[in-house]
């Protein structure tokens, strides 16, 4: 079983970015097997891993990766208070999707190389 950090797990997981996952640590919200981690500290998929005494475990359904021509004037971000960002873009085109109830993590510019990448995920 390879391990990886804890704040990359978190945020392979889909629980939250790097940067608040440290923040977590920090704060001493986070514990692995009933302790609290050191910043740095890696973990495998035989560790428990709760935040504020909940589990936390990789998402059962296959992430979808969504290949977006953003438009002049759309800005990339998650943040839900601003008004013309790439969430609420993509929920007025893609049915079935809720930027306050989906978790979309937008990537900037991609190259042409990355893009073909993704294309070539099977799902």
Known sequence: MEKTRINKYLSEVGYCSRRAADK????????INGKIPELGTKVSDADLVE?????VREPQEKPVYIVFNKPVGIVCTTDTKREKTISLTISTTRKGFSP??????PVKALSCSQVTEISSIKS
């Open 24 to 31: 977590l640590l920090e704060e001493g919200r986070i514990k």
């Open 51 to 55: 935040v504020d005494g909940k589990p």
């Open 100 to 105: 306050s109830e989906d978790w979309i993590n």
